[in-house]
T-cell receptor, first 114, second 121 residues
Framework: AQSVTQLDSHVSVSEGTPVLLRCNYS??????LFWYVQHPNKGLQLLLK??????LVKGINGFEAEFKKSETSFHLTKPSAHMSDAAEYFC????????????FGTGTKLQVIP | GAVVSQHPSWVICKSGTSVKIECRSL??????MFWYRQFPKQSLMLMAT?????????EQGVEKDKFLINHASLTLSTLTVTSAHPEDSSFYIC?????????????????FGAGSRLTVL
């Protein structure tokens, strides 16, 4: 069994300040973890993924996430928010290896204030 | 990189009619595709797993006769919403795992279509 909890449904930051979107996971096996971004009325775009290699993962658009097994967390961060980062972010967990069914978190809406 | 294309992106239909949504994998073959439904301001809920050449596997609570899935080829899966009603209005998204891509960039990473917005009047 697997599940993912996104601790904040909304996060608001000022442009140029750091972004932190929190995600905790639960998995009965070795997980793969992903962050996806969704802009309004659009599909999902992969930001980054963790698949049992380096625990600090760098993604696109300056985002990164750190896999912490002891804390069962995979928080998404960015040093400096841009207006274009305003979107919905989903943390996703699946079983490692092969083509597994994934489980979505409930999403975090990021608002960036000018 | 791997691309999943959905069509149409927007569709409006009258209550009682049927609507077909196509999901195509471009530049790769997909033996398995996934169909999701997303209500406004909510997360994606898996509806069914579409398997090429065999019956789809539906998640609990999803009506098989309501949401017909056909995966007739390695690059095409279709979702047909039959006898649509206003409560079927939603954002439908498909996804697939690229099985053959250049390098390893797309391996084991679910690739999503841009989604199809269905509005039933």
């Amino acid at each position: 069994a697997q599940s993912v909890t996104q601790l904040d449904s909304h996060v608001s930051v000022s442009e140029g300040t750091p972004v932190l979107l929190r995600c905790n996971y639960s998995s009965s096996y070795s997980p793969s973890l992903f962050w996806y971004v969704q802009h309004p009325n659009k599909g999902l775009q992969l930001l980054l993924k963790y698949t049992s290699a380096a625990t600090l993962v760098k993604g696109i658009n300056g985002f990164e996430a750190e896999f912490k097994k002891s804390e069962t967390s995979f928080h998404l961060t960015k040093p400096s928010a841009h207006m274009s980062d305003a979107a919905e972010y989903f943390c996703v967990v699946s079983r490692s290896g092969g083509y597994q069914k994934v489980t979505f978190g409930t999403g975090t809406k990021l608002q960036v204030i000018p | 990189g791997a691309v999943v294309s959905q069509h149409p992106s927007w569709v409006i239909c009258k209550s009682g009619t049927s609507v077909k949504i196509e999901c195509r994998s471009l530049d790769f073959q997909a033996t398995t595709m996934f169909w999701y439904r997303q209500f406004p301001k909510q997360s994606l809920m898996l509806m069914a797993t579409s398997n090429e050449g065999s019956k789809a596997t539906y998640e609990q609570g999803v009506e098989k006769d309501k949401f017909l899935i056909n995966h007739a080829s390695l690059t095409l899966s279709t979702l047909t919403v039959t006898s649509a009603h206003p409560e079927d209005s939603s954002f439908y998204i498909c996804s697939a795992y690229p099985t053959r891509t250049r390098g390893d960039a797309g391996a084991n990473v679910l690739t999503f279509g841009a989604g199809s917005r269905l509005t039933v009047l």
